[in-house]
């Protein structure tokens, strides 16, 4: 395996869809147009974002790939890929975003560190695997355990790939054992995307998918499974991927004082229009994605053509012909993004507005500035695009 630095690192990249806009090229970081979001409840592998922090590792010996789970756990094993695979399969339906999704619009209030993303850093997938609950009896480790007998409270995944921001070493991150052992959690380990094998881009052979977290947690080409008295110590979970507050900067942050992000919050984006837009007509479609952590549905989606001042529901979907409901109980996919969209009547110049409210009636900030903060994370603010009534094919 090469390196992690220099160009010999990146030679043998996977190929990579010609649509794609390229935010890094070395690590790979890149999105799909906005638009192609909403022309499928289900992200075409090939438009899904792809967030890497070292080159794609090449995993070419499947029969020899084994993932050992060991630490604090009374039956340590390492597990091959058949090994996973016997195990009762589950298709997941879940969005995976990154939690610097819509960092550029953040940057512009104040600079802040991180790639720059637009609106699409997410992606809706069907993931098929094993449940990390069922892989974790294997070792002796009940369903709903908080704890194991040897104080094990965490469980760390180690992938294969190499970052700079590990000085080399393997990406980690950790979940509490009490989620992955949780049947209801869903927490996978999966090999399938969309009914195909993963792909090198998105963690083949084996990855973490931990539905409703921020996706820096759900861990790509998984290596090894440790069960831990504490959280992992790794770069991504102790000293990057934490929230602070507006006032914080380079010189008086402490990163201690701030946990792992976990659960995303309720997010929308409008992806029909561009920033700014010039239309011919005054009717136009205002479309786009609605999801929120944790799999609380989405109960309302807000459209307004005036900055937000008035208010229009835009309808929600997720399959067609199924009625989508927020409800826990009847919900439909409830990992899912639910895609939106509303016919408006514009005025001559609008602002238009969208803006989500969760089955927990948590609602998307409006002000940016609020909820600024150095790292460009979780910019959940209300999603505006600027529109103007005007000859735009003359
Ligand atoms: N896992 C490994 N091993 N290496 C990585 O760089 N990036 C994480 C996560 N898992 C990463 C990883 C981040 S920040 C995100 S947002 C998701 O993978 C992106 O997954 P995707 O590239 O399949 O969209």
């Known amino acids: ?153 965490h469980v760390e995944f180690t992938s294969v790939d190499r970052c700079k921001e590990e000085n080399g070493g393997p990406y980690k991150a950790s979940i509490p054992l009490k989620r992955a052992t949780s049947p209801e959690a869903d927490v996978l380990l999966a090999y399938e995307m969309n009914g195909e094998p993963l792909n090198r881009d998105h963690g083949y052979p084996l990855r973490v998918i931990v539905p409703g977290v921020i996706g820096a947690r759900s861990v790509k080409w998984l290596d090894s499974i440790e069960i831990t008295a504490e959280e992992c110590q790794g770069f991504f979970m102790q000293r990057d991927y934490k929230m602070f507050a507006p006032s914080v900067n380079w010189d008086n942050i402490s990163w201690p004082t701030r946990r792992p992000l976990m659960d995303f919050p309720v997010q929308s984006a409008i992806c029909s229009l561009e920033d700014v837009n010039v239309v011919n007509d005054g009717k136009i479609v205002v479309a786009g994605y609605a999801v929120s952590g944790g799999g609380r549905g989405i109960e309302r989606v807000d459209v307004s053509v005036d900055g937000g001042k008035t208010w229009v529901e835009a309808s929600r979907y997720q399959k067609p012909d199924v009625p989508y409901t927020a409800d826990d109980d009847v919900c439909c996919d409830k990992w899912a993004w639910i895609l939106f969209k509303v016919e408006v009547d514009i005025p ?46 003359l």
């Open 1 to 153: 395996m090469p390196g992690i630095r220099g160009s010999a690192a990146y030679s043998h990249e996977p190929p990579r869809d010609p649509c794609l806009k390229i935010n890094s090229k070395e690590p790979f970081n890149a999105e799909p147009p906005r638009s192609v979001l909403i022309s499928s409840y289900v992200t075409p592998v090939e438009f899904f974002y792809k967030r890497n922090h070292g080159p794609a590792p090449i995993v070419d010996d499947i029969e020899r790939y084994r993932v050992c789970i060991f630490g604090l756990v009374e039956n340590p094993k390492e597990l091959s890929l058949d090994d996973i695979r016997k195990l009762p399969r589950y298709d997941v339906t879940a969005t995976l975003q990154c939690a610097g999704n819509r960092r550029t619009a953040m940057s512009k209030v104040k600079t802040v560190k991180g790639v720059g993303w637009d609106v699409a850093a997410i992606g809706n997938a069907v993931w098929g695997g094993a449940r990390l609950a069922d892989v974790l009896e294997l070792v002796g480790i009940p369903k709903l355990a908080a704890t194991t007998p040897s104080g094990g409270k």
């Open 348 to 393: 001559q110049n609008a602002e238009i507005v969208a803006k989500a409210v969760d089955m927990a009636a948590n609602v998307q900030p409006e002000d940016v500035t609020v909820i600024w903060n150095l790292r460009g994370v979780l910019n959940t603010s209300w999603h505006k695009v600027e529109v103007q009534v005007g000859r735009s094919n």
